[in-house]
């Protein structure tokens, strides 16, 4: 079985989490906080919680975006996976921006995890193919 577009997806997922924790690095260094320390302005703090919440949802996305892969198809998971990137993008912009503005980015990424997870059960079970 070859699950090509759902391999490049996660390359692509995988470039995006890189770009939050270079974020984080480079805000860092603007703000002067020095590592371990997670304390600084505003500014910073919302850099580095965009980081962290981008590693909370992982544990949940690439789970349920392979297996509704495996068991679903590739094209399907793929696709629903591109939606999370654009949702995870929307909400990382806006939280950096202003925290309030983040609702849309995170429903739109949570709804696609969802997807991709009940994508992974209906496959399971069998009834789609």
């Known amino acids: 079985m070859q699950i090509l577009w759902t391999s490049w997806l996660s390359v692509v997922v995988l470039a995006m989490y890189f770009w939050t924790v270079f974020t984080v690095g480079k805000a860092r260094g603007k703000y002067g906080v020095k590592a371990p320390s997670v304390e600084g302005p505003e500014e910073f703090q919302r850099t580095l919680r ?16 392979w297996l509704c892969a495996i068991w679903l198809g590739d094209k399907t998971a793929a696709i629903v996976g591109v939606v999370w990137v654009i949702g995870r993008i929307l909400y990382a912009l806006a939280y950096l921006k202003n925290p309030s503005k983040r ?10 995890a969802l997807a991709l997870w009940l994508g992974a059960i209906v496959g399971l079970t ?3 193919h």
């Open 103 to 112: 609702a849309v980015g995170f429903l739109v990424s949570t709804l696609a």
């Open 126 to 128: 069998g009834l789609i």
């Open 50 to 65: 965009v980081q962290a919440n981008t590693v909370e949802q992982l544990v949940f996305f690439f789970p349920a975006l």
